[in-house]
Nanobody
Framework: QVQLVESGGGLVQAGGSLRVSCAAS????????VGWFRQAPGKEREFVAA????????GYADSVKGRFTISRDIPKNTVYLQMNNLKPEDTAVYYC???????????????????WGQGTQVTVSS
């Protein structure tokens, strides 16, 4: 079993930066790809970024390419999402998720993920 806890959300001005973290418990976490999703009020939860088990592969939504970077610290059982040049449209609750799919993959669909955190709010003011 894997448990995920997000942290690091907050309020930031447009153009600013923020790093959110996803800390995991469970011995199998470091064998799973991990993704970040976000959900704005009244909208569907959407894919943001994903990273393979060892960090060798990453994938990003077009809307965040060049601004967001996903990484993972294996000894710390933690995955990070560094967000730069934030825009008001990035405002959402950000969720991390772990997938039991093949370790080298970077899944982008919600139904490919098996474990979810509770989310952390990111608010970007204009």
């Amino acid at each position: 079993q894997v448990q995920l806890v997000e942290s690091g959300g907050g309020l930031v001005q447009a153009g600013g930066s923020l790093r959110v973290s996803c800390a995991a418990s469970g011995r199998t976490f470091n064998t799973y790809p991990v993704g970040w999703f976000r959900q704005a009020p009244g909208k569907e939860r959407e894919f943001v970024a994903a990273i393979s088990w060892n960090g060798g592969n990453t994938g990003y939504a077009d809307s965040v390419k060049g601004r967001f970077t996903i990484s993972r610290d294996i000894p710390k059982n933690t995955v990070y999402l560094q967000m730069n040049n934030l825009k008001p449209e990035d405002t959402a609750v950000y969720y991390c998720a772990a997938s039991k799919t093949a370790a080298w993959k970077t899944p982008q669909q919600r139904d490919e993920y098996d474990y979810w955190g509770q989310g952390t709010q990111v608010t970007v003011s204009s």
